[in-house]
């Protein structure tokens, strides 16, 4: 897949209005957008289904785990697998931290911007 001409650093040039592309009746591309958004949708069923179940086997194996525990709930939790299905282990994350960039700006002004790099150029399909 081609790329477009890249901008030098630096420079601040507006972006040029996309250029719009009409599938042709049968083409690929008009086959590829008539499949996305069903696969899209049930991409996010499925995520949302899975999210669902992972909730449940937490909740069941914690539960479980504090049966067999005495009470207690551990920090971490092997479940054995199946006929079908692997086994997985559950560990507790409960005091995990994450990077507040607003404070480190605000803190560090302009520090931040030393440390960037530039991503990888890509192409990003979302909807008009």
């Not at 630096?10 to 590829?32: D, R, W």
């Not at 692997?86 to 507040?100: A, L, Q």
Request: charged share 25%; net charge positive; aromatic share 6%.
């Amino acid at each position: 897949m081609g790329t477009p001409q890249q901008q030098q650093p630096g420079t601040a040039l507006p972006a040029p209005p996309p250029v719009p592309v009409t599938p042709a009746p049968g083409s690929l591309l008009e086959q590829l957008m008539s499949m996305l958004d069903a696969a899209e949708a049930a991409r996010d069923e499925a995520k949302q289904r899975a999210e669902q179940i992972r909730a449940g086997i937490a909740a069941e194996a914690a539960r479980l785990a504090a049966e067999a525990n005495g009470g207690r709930l551990p920090e971490g939790i092997l479940i054995a697998g199946g006929p079908g299905w692997n086994g997985r282990i559950m560990r507790w994350h409960g005091s995990d931290t994450v990077f507040d960039k607003d404070r480190f700006e605000t803190d560090y002004p302009g520090l931040l911007g030393k440390y960037r790099k530039p991503r990888k150029a890509f192409w990003d399909l979302r909807k008009a």
